[in-house]
Structure formats: C-alpha cells, structure tokens
C-alpha cells in the first residue's frame, strides 16, 4: 500500500512549482494559442489585402446572435470558476452542479453557433464563394470559427467525463482546475475571434 501510495506521488510529482497535470495543460494551452494567433493573424492580412472584402454581418442578425452566444461563454466560465471552487473545497455536489451547467451553456453555444452557419450557408456563403465579394472569406471564416466550435465540443465532452468521474471519486479537484484552464481559454479565444472576424465586419 505504501509502495502503491508512493508510486501515485511520483505521478503527481514535477520538476517546476506547478503539478504536472496543471503544467501539461499550459502548454497545450501555449501551442494552441500560437495556432489560433497564425489563423487570426492570416485572416487579418487577407481581409486589409482584399479590396472586395465582404461585410456580411450587417445584412443578417449574425451580429445579434453572436452576442447571445458571448453572453452564454462569459456566463459558462463563471459556472466553471464555481466549479472549480467548490471542487477545491470538497463540495462534490455544488461542484457537479456548476460543471453540468458549464456543459449546459457549452451546448447552447454550440447550438447557437451551428445555427448560425446554416443562417450564411442559406445566403451562399461557400468555403470559396460568397454573394458579397472576396471568396476567402469564406474558407478563413468556417476554418477559424470551426475549429473554436470544436474546441468547445471537444470541452463539453471533457467536462462531461470529469464530472462523472468526480462525482465518483475517481478524479481529483486538480482534473476539475486542469479542466477549467482549456475552458476559460476557449472562451479567452473567442473574445479575439468576435472583434476580428464579427465586429469589423460589420461595415468596410
């Protein structure tokens, strides 16, 4: 049992101050953001490159949807934290809670975004053609909010088997804090992606 117990130490254990875990996460979280940066980035240089650029967004109600759904990731980091805290002060219940409505408003967004696309495509917007103009807007705008909408599938999935697995006691409440850094920098992303690609589009 002590060899058992020591063994599992050693797991935990890592060379800087941080577990290694919570280490892991941040540089997966690190590599991401250097890839979400490069598309962003592309898109920017397109986007002042094309004269044609279109502005969609102000002939549809994608602005007023895309609102909603920032209200929804905004809300859905706060259930996170309290997740998080009540993980952390051993409150298993209130934490269930808090991670099932993290998973609740993930779903909505989710919704709300696939709604979205369906709203674009009925307009005709392509992966390489669209009715206003340059058609790269439309590989660079599925390309980038698709992989944040994948991002945030892959998290409620994530979510979901930390919450089951911590209501059971199998998980600790460092998977729940881990868990909680990819999702907060999910929706750290997405307040790059809704000035970049939604805002500045609405006019040009």
């Known amino acids: 049992m002590a060899v058992h117990?020591?063994?599992a130490a050693l797991m935990e254990?890592?060379?800087f101050a941080i577990p290694s875990r919570k280490l892991t996460m941040w540089l997966f979280?690190?590599?991401d953001a250097v890839t979400f940066g490069a598309l962003l980035f592309g898109?920017?240089?397109?986007?002042?490159?094309?004269?044609?650029?279109?502005?969609?967004?102000?002939?549809?109600?994608s602005i007023l949807n895309v609102m909603i759904m920032t209200f929804v990731l905004v809300t859905s980091s706060l259930t996170?934290?309290?997740?998080?805290?009540?993980?952390?002060?051993?409150?298993?219940?209130?934490?269930?809670r808090f991670l099932w409505s993290t998973i609740l408003l993930g779903v909505i967004f989710a919704g709300l975004h696939i709604r979205e696309w369906f709203g674009l495509i009925d307009e005709g917007v392509r992966l390489f053609q669209n009715p206003w103009g340059s058609p790269l807007f439309g590989a660079t705008f599925f390309s980038i909010t698709g992989l944040h909408l994948l991002h945030v599938v892959s998290g409620v999935v994530a979510i979901a088997v930390v919450a089951r697995k911590f209501a059971r006691g199998s998980l600790t409440a460092g998977h729940v804090e881990a868990t909680g850094l990819y999702w907060h920098f999910v929706d750290l992303v997405w307040m790059f992606v809704v000035p970049l690609i939604y805002l500045l589009n609405l006019s040009r």
Do not use: E
Request: proline letters at 11%; charged letters at 20%.
């Open 80 to 96: 996170m934290l309290g997740a998080v805290d009540s993980a952390k002060a051993g409150d298993k219940a209130k934490a269930g």
């Open 43 to 61: 898109y920017g240089y397109l986007r002042t490159a094309s004269p044609d650029w279109p502005a969609p967004f102000k002939f549809n109600p």
């Open 5 to 7: 117990g020591y063994g």
């Open 29 to 31: 979280i690190i590599s």
């Open 13 to 15: 254990a890592s060379p």
